[in-house]
């Protein structure tokens, strides 16, 4: 029972980084796609809700991929895949339980929604392995 709480407060911790890295990340997209504030827009919660969330999955994956080895001797390679893999399915958690109200396309919101979830929990899972290791 002390391992499962372990890995469940290491989920939750990777989570909780995740999300604060994340969050001034959105802000400073937000200033790149609303320079003058036009939106209404929560930037810090744009980027820290997925961010909690891709850290949560990509520690779920990796303790399903990775059982029984440390997370430091694991290949950058593999890790980035599985951050990649913990990307994607966060990033069709929105489409899966809703339809998209914007006028965009559908296959253009689902391509810019999932890509950037993706290419930002893949460059995590990697920045994360390379802080265990030092």
């Known amino acids: 029972m002390k391992q499962w709480m372990r890995r ?13 890295i994340w969050a001034p990340a959105a802000v400073l997209i937000g200033l ?11 930037w810090p919660a ?4 997925p961010g909690f969330i891709g850290g949560v999955a990509f520690s779920v ?3 399903i991929a990775a059982r029984h080895r ?4 694991l290949s950058l390679g593999k890790v980035a895949a599985w951050g990649a893999l913990a990307g994607l399915l966060v990033g069709s958690i929105p ?8 006028e965009v396309p559908v296959w253009l919101l689902a391509t810019v929604v999932i890509g950037s ?14 802080l265990a290791r030092r």
């Open 32 to 42: 790149i796609i609303d320079p003058d504030g036009s939106m209404d827009e929560m």
């Open 8 to 20: 469940v407060r290491g989920a939750l911790l990777m989570g909780l980084v995740w999300a604060l």
């Open 70 to 73: 440390r997370f430091e001797e």
């Open 95 to 102: 489409f899966a339980i809703g339809d998209p109200t914007s």
């Open 46 to 49: 744009i980027g820290a809700y």
């Open 117 to 130: 979830i993706t290419l930002l929990t893949t460059v995590s899972a990697a920045a994360s392995l390379l």
């Open 61 to 63: 994956v990796l303790g």
